[in-house]
T-cell receptor
Framework: EAAVTQSPRSKVAVTGGKVTLSCHQT?????MYWYRQDTGHGLRLIHY???????EKGDIPDGYKASRPSQENFSLILELASLSQTAVYFC????????????FGKGTRLTVV | GDSVTQTEGQVTVSESKSLIINCTYS????????LFWYVRYPGEGLQLLLK?????QKGSSRGFEATYNKEATSFHLQKASVQESDSAVYYC????????????FGQGTVLSVIP
């Protein structure tokens, strides 16, 4: 079965600190995504990647970096965490094609204090 | 850009009653978008509930159904008789037929089914 695994599942970070969220997929998918969800809002796209060693900006990339060292792994990096980045983060993967299913991880709850 | 609107943030329904969750969309890309409903159960990630990629068609899964209405730009989710196990967060989403392959989500609707 297709699988997307995120780590950690929850994290408390201090303002100004560096945070790395990791994602691993065993789907052999080319596309990977990072979304964030805030209470009362839908998921919004931060960064995505369609090939290893390349990342693209999504709709809300400010304050985030992404890294895709291999097809299976995709990280989200907050160099200087801020209170406004407290949210739930979802990683996902898919094949190319607007009709294909997107598979999601269980999410990482990040609290910046 | 593309957008999806779910007007109900929270819906409470008694078990065995009918359900409708409203979804409307706006797509700026050429061609008709693909439409999806995702569901998130407590402690789980989002999972696909159903999808429709052809305007005018209906998708169904687990007793839920949704019809792709391109004239009204709507994709409402319905179920004739809900169960307590249907309690979850439901997201309407669209995906353009070209571009960066991304999903655009509505804000989600929390469904609580009362036994």
């Amino acid at each position: 079965e297709a699988a997307v695994t995120q780590s950690p599942r929850s994290k408390v970070a201090v303002t100004g600190g560096k945070v790395t969220l990791s994602c691993h997929q065993t789907n052999n998918h080319d596309y990977m995504y990072w979304y964030r969800q805030d209470t009362g809002h839908g998921l919004r796209l931060i960064h995505y990647s369609y090939v290893a060693d390349s990342t693209e900006k999504g709709d809300i990339p400010d304050g985030y970096k992404a890294s895709r060292p291999s097809q299976e792994n995709f990280s989200l990096i907050l160099e200087l965490a801020s209170l406004s980045q407290t949210a739930v983060y979802f990683c996902a993967s898919s094949e190319l094609g607007g009709h294909t299913e997107v598979f999601f991880g269980k999410g990482t709850r990040l609290t910046v204090v | 850009g593309d957008s999806v609107t779910q007007t109900e943030g929270q819906v409470t329904v008694s078990e065995s009653k009918s359900l409708i969750i409203n979804c409307t969309y706006s797509a700026t890309s050429i061609g008709y978008p693909n439409l999806f409903w995702y569901v998130r159960y407590p402690g789980e990630g989002l999972q696909l509930l159903l999808k429709v990629i052809t305007a005018g068609q209906k998708g169904s899964s687990r007793g839920f159904e949704a019809t792709y209405n391109k004239e009204a730009t709507s994709f409402h989710l319905q179920k004739a008789s809900v169960q307590e196990s249907d309690s979850a967060v439901y997201y309407c989403a669209l995906r353009a037929t070209g571009g960066n392959n991304k999903l655009t989500f509505g804000q989600g609707t929390v469904l609580s089914v009362i036994p």
